[in-house]
């Protein structure tokens, strides 16, 4: 599963598979805990994130919503995810 972004501590991933299940969606990682968010409606539709990291997961999800998006397709596709800037 790549990386696209990471900041303060927190791992952003998309899964790489046209197998992969709607929603749309990306995975947060922060120490032990990890969260799996809806791109759409930026809410975590499984797993959790300490408050502070999930709003900022939030955050950025917002600034880079379109690439999100775009790189979801390329996933689905099974083509190379670009990096998103961090937060």
């Known amino acids: 599963m790549p990386t696209i972004s990471m900041f303060y501590g927190i791992i952003i991933r ?8 709607n929603p749309p969606h990306f995975h947060a990682y922060y ?7 809806s791109i ?3 809410e975590i539709i499984e ?4 408050r502070k990291q999930k ?6 999800a917002e600034l880079h919503i379109d ?3 775009a790189n979801w397709e390329l996933a ?9 800037n961090p937060l």
């Open 76 to 84: 689905m596709n099974q083509e190379t995810l670009y990096k998103i």
């Open 55 to 60: 709003r900022l997961v939030q955050a950025w």
């Open 14 to 21: 998309m899964y790489f598979s046209p197998d992969e299940h």
């Open 67 to 69: 690439e999100l998006r």
């Open 31 to 37: 120490n032990e805990d990890k969260a799996s968010f």
């Open 40 to 42: 759409d409606s930026i």
């Open 47 to 50: 797993g959790e994130l300490p």
